[in-house]
């Protein structure tokens, strides 16, 4: 099973700043590799796929990057509503999921 | 709008079976693959298995084979995950998510189905 580690656990910041999120895996994964992020009593919602690729609709603050084994998130400019739970899964052999980032005021 | 509607709350005792079901509107219920993946309460999310609505095809995590099955119901356009021999760690929020392809990332979500084994 590949399995991915994403630090820090929780990142205190405030609005206007900058969040860097990192998920590492076990093994390379290429680039299959998708964000999500989740807020209380909500499904978690697609950001990026492919560890580079914007999913519909989500603003250009956001923004992944990374190869094989070491992967970021990146969010250029805190907003309110960005202050939320943010999963890394890989598919490169079937599904698994990091422990997630909550990023808090 | 793409959407998949999940049912509602479910309480089980341990040793039974639950059936969850996900509806889809929006789009051709056969041109995706539809995922599930469930959370449970301390947050870590979990894949389950995956179902091609257009032939039925199956794949499950080894750790639910045996008592998980995972079916498409083509004349009501909805995906059912049903899981028997329910345990405490069953208890979770699953989720059903539709897939561009097989193995692609989870677009759309349904709004998730808490179940909760207790006796």
């Known amino acids: 099973e590949i399995v991915l580690t994403q630090s820090p656990a929780t990142l205190s910041l405030s609005p206007g700043e900058r969040a860097t999120l990192s998920c590492r895996a076990s093994?390379?994964?290429?680039?299959?590799l998708d964000w999500y992020q989740q807020k209380p009593g909500q499904a978690p919602r697609l950001l990026i796929y492919?560890?580079?690729n914007r999913a519909t609709g989500i603003p250009a603050r956001f923004s992944g990057g990374g190869s094989g084994t070491d992967f970021t998130l990146t969010i250029s400019s805190l907003e309110p509503e960005d202050f939320a739970v943010y999963y890394c899964?890989?598919?490169?052999?079937?599904?698994?999921f990091g422990g997630g980032t909550k990023v808090e005021i | 709008e793409v959407q998949l509607v999940q049912s509602g709350t479910e309480v089980q005792r341990p040793g039974s079976t639950v059936k969850i079901s996900c509806k889809v509107s929006?789009?051709?219920?056969?041109?995706?693959?539809v995922h599930w993946v469930r959370q449970a309460p301390r947050g870590g999310l979990e894949w389950v298995g995956l179902?091609?609505?257009?032939?039925?095809?199956?794949l499950y995590a080894e750790k639910f084979k045996g008592r998980l099955t995972i079916s498409a119901d083509r004349s009501a356009d909805t995906v059912y995950m049903e899981l028997g021999s329910l345990k405490s760690e069953d208890t979770a929020v699953y989720y059903c998510?539709?897939?561009?392809?097989?193995?692609?990332?989870?677009?759309?979500w349904g709004q998730g189905t808490l179940v909760t084994v207790s006796s």
């Open positions: 998510a539709r897939v561009p392809g097989r193995w692609q990332h989870l677009e759309f």
């Open positions: 929006g789009y051709t219920f056969t041109d995706y693959f």
């Open positions: 179902v091609d609505p257009d032939d039925g095809e199956t």
């Open positions: 093994q390379n994964i290429i680039t299959f």
């Open positions: 492919s560890a580079s």
């Open positions: 899964q890989q598919r490169s052999n079937w599904l698994t």
